[in-house]
């Protein structure tokens, strides 16, 4: 199968990214045919400091590359580095009714709150739905949040494929049963926008200090707690083995423990975990030019492959001649 998912650079990524996410990219490139990108194009609805812009996909180049994704064996590279994306967004906004993007959460949140939308932000669904129809994608791994937008895509390539004939390859979205929706320091979803996020490359000084901080509830020490509705050990057990989990769990029924001897333990069975992507990233980052080759190999196969279905849809719909 061809998995396909981006991921866009608006800031340095987290916990919650990692487990929400790209794991899940990292685990589809055993078995499948993995094409990951930087969503560089879409992080402009948010990002307008080019400087800024640079750096997070820099970054996420090298925080993607340091986690596992394997470019022996997925293919990664930078979003606006296939210019044939752009192209097949103009050919379905042809076709993208007004009505089915006023609907889409982007756009619609933000209008909700008073704030002026861009058509940049009104679009975004249809340039997601080209990244994803550009390489005859199968399935889509996603958190829930973009599932509304994998329907759009849908939506669009079958009313394109019925106008014009079979061009677009339907893709289905995968939303990965375990993938953890994970709590921040304040309990809440962890998301950069609530500035409650653990980063994953954070300096591991300042990351205990933080989970140190992490909010808990007030309750006697003696109580006995429940392990699934505490957001402290929602986070551990991300981290930890079986019989880590099992060990905490049993301390949680029987009580009499303090919060600060769970937060040590998460700190350091995190930092056990976080150890050897700190050690790739470091090496990775002394070698800027192999970084370089990935991401640009990454494209040119990408854009091989989305050049074809470009023409594809071109052909189809009298562009260019058949
Ligand atoms: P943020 O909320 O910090 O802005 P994004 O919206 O850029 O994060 O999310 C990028 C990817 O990470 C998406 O696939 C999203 O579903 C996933 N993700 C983000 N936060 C979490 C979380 N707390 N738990 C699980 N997945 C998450
Ligand atoms: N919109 C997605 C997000 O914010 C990122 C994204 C862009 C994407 N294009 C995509 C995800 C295509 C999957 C497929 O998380």
Same mark, same amino acid.
């Given at each position: 199968?061809?998995?396909?998912?981006?991921?866009?650079?608006?800031?340095?990524f987290h916990w919650g990214n990692y487990f929400g996410a790209i794991k899940q990219y990292?685990? &589809?490139?055993?078995?499948?045919?993995?094409?990951?990108?930087?969503?560089?194009?879409?992080?402009? /609805?948010?990002?307008?400091?080019?400087?800024? +812009?640079?750096?997070?996909?820099?970054?996420?180049?090298?925080?993607?590359?340091?986690?596992?994704?394997?470019?022996?064996?997925?293919?990664? &590279? @930078?979003?606006?580095?296939?210019?044939?994306?752009?192209? +097949?967004?103009?050919?379905?906004? /042809? !076709?993208?009714?007004?009505?089915?993007?006023? $609907?889409?959460?982007?756009?619609?949140?933000?209008?909700?709150?008073?704030? $002026?939308?861009?058509?940049?932000? &009104?679009?975004?669904?249809?340039?997601?739905? *080209?990244?994803?129809? *550009?390489?005859?994608?199968?399935?889509?791994?996603?958190?829930?949040?973009?599932?509304?937008?994998?329907?759009?895509?849908?939506?669009?390539?079958?009313? &394109?494929?019925?106008?014009?004939?079979? @061009?677009?390859?339907?893709?289905?979205?995968? %939303?990965?049963?375990?993938?953890?929706?994970?709590?921040? /320091?304040?309990?809440?979803?962890?998301?950069?926008?609530?500035?409650?996020?653990? !980063?994953?490359?954070?300096?591991?000084?300042?990351? #205990?200090?933080?989970?140190?901080?992490?909010?808990?509830?007030?309750?006697?020490?003696?109580?006995?707690?429940?392990?699934?509705?505490?957001?402290?050990?929602?986070?551990?057990?991300?981290?930890?083995?079986?019989?880590? %989990?099992?060990?905490?769990?049993? %301390?949680?029924?029987? !009580?009499?423990?303090?919060?600060?001897?769970?937060?040590?333990?998460? *700190?350091?069975?995190?930092? /056990?975990?976080?150890?050897?992507?700190?050690?790739?990233?470091?090496?990775?980052?002394?070698?800027?030019?192999? @970084?370089?080759?990935?991401?640009?190999? !990454?494209?040119?196969?990408?854009?091989?492959?989305? #050049?074809?279905? +470009?023409? $594809?849809?071109?052909? *189809?719909?009298?562009?260019?001649?058949?």
């Open positions: 199968m061809r998995v396909l998912s981006g991921i866009q650079p608006t800031g340095r990292i685990d &589809f490139q055993e078995a499948h045919d993995g094409y990951y990108f930087i969503a560089d194009l879409h992080a402009l /609805t948010t990002i307008r400091d080019p400087l800024v +812009l640079r750096g997070y996909v820099k970054d996420a180049a090298l925080d993607l590359l340091a986690l596992g994704l394997d470019p022996e064996r997925a293919t990664l &590279f @930078v979003q606006s580095d296939v210019p044939e994306v752009s192209q +097949l967004c103009w050919l379905l906004m /042809t !076709g993208a009714p007004l009505g089915l993007l006023e $609907r889409c959460h982007a756009y619609k949140d933000k209008t909700s709150k008073g704030l $002026r939308a861009d058509v940049g932000l &009104f679009t975004y669904p249809v340039l997601m739905s *080209a990244d994803i129809l *550009a390489y005859d994608s199968n399935w889509v791994p996603v958190g829930e949040d973009q599932v509304q937008h994998i329907e759009v895509c849908r939506d669009l390539a079958r009313s &394109f494929n019925s106008h014009y004939g079979e @061009v677009f390859t339907m893709p289905e979205a995968k %939303i990965v049963p375990g993938a953890a929706k994970v709590p921040g /320091t304040d309990g809440e979803k962890m998301s950069k926008s609530y500035n409650n996020t653990l !980063g994953l490359f954070e300096e591991p000084k300042e990351l #205990r200090k933080k989970i140190m901080r992490i909010s808990t509830d007030s309750r006697p020490m003696e109580d006995a707690k429940d392990p699934e509705t505490d957001h402290l050990f929602q986070l551990y057990r991300l981290f930890a083995s079986t019989e880590q %989990i099992e060990e905490l769990r049993a %301390i949680y029924l029987k !009580g009499g423990f303090g919060y600060g001897e769970v937060k040590k333990r998460l *700190a350091d069975v995190s930092d /056990t975990y976080l150890q050897p992507a700190r050690v790739r990233r470091a090496e990775l980052e002394s070698n800027p030019a192999l @970084v370089a080759d990935i991401l640009s190999k !990454g494209a040119a196969k990408a854009r091989e492959r989305a #050049r074809s279905v +470009l023409l $594809r849809a071109e052909r *189809a719909c009298g562009l260019k001649a058949t």
